[in-house]
């Protein structure tokens, strides 16, 4: 397939595809603006950026990935154009860089939909001096729009499987003059590399991933670790639950807690289970599920309201099984909270989530069986001894309670993981650098 025939496909799919995402938008909440002149390139104001440097990152995931990259740009006085596709990318980088925005040093905007008009509008209103694309968001028209626009683009941090290779080359010359037109290629591993100059990139580097650059607030791990401290209960996080993870592990406590209690122990007085449901949109139903489970459960916006480290809050965690992690940018908080963190996101094939900032923390890890999407990240910290693969959510939380009952053995896959985050950091300075001599060509 070529870039005509491509355009034509997507113009004669783009109502079903705007339909797909205002269901989508629906969904999951939040102002998506599906319909909005900024998704086609057209815009009311004049930006009030000069020469930025751009930064795409889809959605949540991305976004976090990308803001130890998007500080170091700020830090090294850049202008910076942040853009998205989904409202929990937009409001991530809202909380992240609202200091970076009140100065007029950041702006954050919608990324058009690959038309060639709206793409050539997004260029000319904007005019980057560059522009980064995070992971694996490649749009043959807005390439095509950027080496027209002579805008040098780069793919950073890019992972790319097996599948997405597949899909690539199946594509035909659209995707491989796309990844042809790209300046430079930063590459999570070595195998992602390969496949990525399989597909047709060149200058392809292995910079290593973002997430190692990862700075988590200090002031929300040492909260986390006095809340933790002063509960004198085990507290087994599990983190980032996807669809259909929240009633499996609902599900999974309520049998353990009533299994212990035919033995005789009462395991909800010495150990707390905190669920926290990835997307904001399952705060509620999460909480509806614990209730049709007879689990009582204290909602950690209720703890805030009752004000974080009060005698109130504590009572309220007292004598409860589940504490619902139904607020966003507080992971840090929630793995400090944890003696071990169960990463969801892999025990429903859904290809995992990333379990870098649990072991940044020095928690010990477990993972679930499906993990596509972070494979070698997974492997290399079941190598260095910081994490153990379960095959479901009752294995995931017996051997979180084993681990609980072995402090020695936590503490040294804790160290472990912390030691295999530090000696991996790197890649944001690489992409840099990158940049830095591209803007010397």
Same mark, same amino acid.
């Given at each position: %397939?070529?870039?005509?025939? &491509?355009?034509?496909?997507?113009?004669?799919?783009?109502?079903?595809?705007?339909?797909?995402?205002?269901?989508?938008?629906?969904?999951?909440?939040?102002?998506?603006? @599906?319909?909005?002149?900024?998704?086609?390139?057209?815009?009311?104001?004049?930006?009030?950026?000069?020469?930025?440097?751009?930064?795409?990152?889809?959605?949540?995931?991305?976004?976090?990935?990308?803001?130890?990259?998007?500080?170091?740009? *700020?830090?090294?006085?850049?202008? @910076?154009?942040?853009?998205?596709? /989904?409202?929990? =990318?937009?409001?991530?980088?809202?909380?992240?860089?609202?200091?970076?925005?009140?100065?007029?040093?950041?702006?954050?905007?919608?990324?058009? &939909?690959?038309?060639?008009?709206?793409?050539?509008?997004?260029?000319?209103?904007?005019?980057?001096?560059?522009?980064?694309?995070?992971?694996?968001?490649?749009?043959?028209?807005?390439?095509?729009?950027?080496?027209?626009?002579?805008?040098?683009?780069?793919?950073?941090?890019?992972?790319?499987?097996?599948?997405?290779? !597949?899909?690539?080359?199946?594509?035909?010359?659209?995707?491989?003059?796309?990844?042809?037109?790209? +300046?430079?290629?930063?590459?999570? /591993?070595?195998?992602?590399?390969?496949?990525?100059?399989?597909?047709?990139?060149?200058?392809?580097?292995?910079?290593?991933?973002?997430?190692?650059?990862?700075?988590?607030?200090?002031?929300?791990?040492?909260?986390?670790?006095?809340? +933790?401290? !002063?509960? %004198?209960?085990?507290?087994?996080?599990?983190?980032?639950? !996807?669809?259909?993870?929240?009633?499996?592990?609902?599900?999974?406590?309520?049998?353990?807690?009533? !299994? /212990?209690?035919?033995?005789?122990?009462?395991?909800?007085?010495?150990?707390?289970?905190?669920?926290?449901?990835?997307?904001?949109?399952?705060?509620?139903?999460?909480?509806?599920?614990?209730?049709?489970?007879?689990?009582?459960?204290?909602?950690?916006?209720?703890?805030?309201?009752?004000?974080?480290?009060?005698? /109130?809050?504590?009572?309220?965690?007292?004598?409860?099984?589940?504490?619902?992690?139904?607020?966003?940018?507080?992971?840090?908080?929630? &793995?400090?909270?944890?003696?071990?963190?169960?990463?969801? =996101?892999?025990?429903?094939?859904?290809?995992?989530?990333?379990?870098?900032?649990?072991?940044?923390?020095?928690?010990?890890?477990?993972?679930?069986?499906?993990?596509?999407?972070?494979?070698?990240?997974?492997?290399?910290?079941?190598?260095?001894?910081?994490?153990?693969?379960?095959?479901?959510?009752?294995?995931?939380?017996?051997?979180?309670?084993? *681990?609980?009952?072995?402090?020695?053995?936590?503490?040294?896959?804790?160290?472990?993981?912390?030691?295999?985050?530090?000696?991996?950091?790197?890649?944001?300075?690489?992409?840099?650098?990158?940049?830095?001599?591209?803007?010397?060509?």
């Amino acid at each position: %397939m070529n870039r005509f025939l &491509y355009t034509a496909l997507i113009r004669v799919l783009s109502p079903g595809l705007l339909a797909w995402m205002g269901l989508r938008a629906r969904k999951a909440g939040g102002n998506w603006e @599906v319909c909005c002149g900024a998704r086609f390139g057209r815009y009311s104001q004049p930006s009030v950026l000069r020469e930025p440097v751009w930064v795409h990152s889809v959605s949540l995931g991305e976004t976090r990935a990308a803001a130890p990259l998007i500080q170091a740009l *700020l830090d090294q006085g850049e202008d @910076v154009l942040l853009t998205h596709m /989904t409202v929990t =990318g937009r409001d991530a980088g809202e909380r992240l860089f609202a200091s970076a925005i009140t100065q007029g040093r950041l702006a954050q905007q919608w990324l058009p &939909y690959d038309f060639p008009g709206a793409a050539r509008r997004f260029f000319s209103h904007y005019q980057p001096r560059a522009g980064m694309l995070i992971e694996r968001e490649v749009w043959p028209n807005l390439l095509a729009a950027a080496t027209q626009a002579q805008v040098p683009m780069m793919l950073v941090s890019a992972r790319f499987s097996d599948n997405a290779l !597949r899909q690539a080359l199946r594509l035909g010359s659209v995707m491989r003059r796309a990844y042809a037109s790209f +300046s430079a290629v930063f590459a999570q /591993t070595l195998h992602d590399a390969q496949r990525l100059e399989q597909a047709g990139a060149s200058s392809v580097r292995v910079s290593g991933n973002f997430k190692f650059d990862v700075s988590l607030p200090p002031d929300k791990i040492q909260r986390g670790r006095e809340f +933790s401290a !002063r509960l %004198m209960r085990k507290i087994i996080v599990i983190a980032s639950t !996807r669809e259909g993870e929240d009633e499996l592990f609902i599900r999974a406590i309520g049998r353990l807690l009533k !299994r /212990t209690r035919a033995q005789g122990r009462n395991l909800s007085e010495e150990v707390l289970f905190c669920i926290v449901p990835r997307h904001p949109e399952r705060f509620d139903t999460a909480a509806i599920q614990l209730a049709q489970a007879g689990l009582t459960f204290v909602r950690r916006s209720r703890l805030i309201e009752e004000g974080d480290c009060s005698s /109130t809050a504590f009572q309220s965690c007292a004598s409860t099984a589940v504490l619902l992690g139904d607020t966003l940018g507080e992971m840090a908080w929630y &793995y400090a909270l944890a003696d071990v963190a169960v990463v969801a =996101g892999s025990f429903q094939p859904l290809g995992g989530q990333n379990m870098i900032e649990a072991c940044a923390v020095g928690v010990p890890v477990l993972v679930g069986p499906y993990t596509r999407n972070f494979e070698q990240a997974v492997v290399d910290a079941m190598d260095e001894g910081a994490a153990l693969r379960v095959p479901d959510a009752p294995a995931a939380l017996q051997t979180a309670l084993q *681990l609980v009952e072995d402090p020695q053995r936590m503490s040294r896959m804790g160290k472990a993981g912390a030691h295999w985050v530090q000696k991996h950091t790197g890649a944001v300075a690489r992409v840099i650098a990158g940049l830095n001599e591209i803007g010397r060509r």
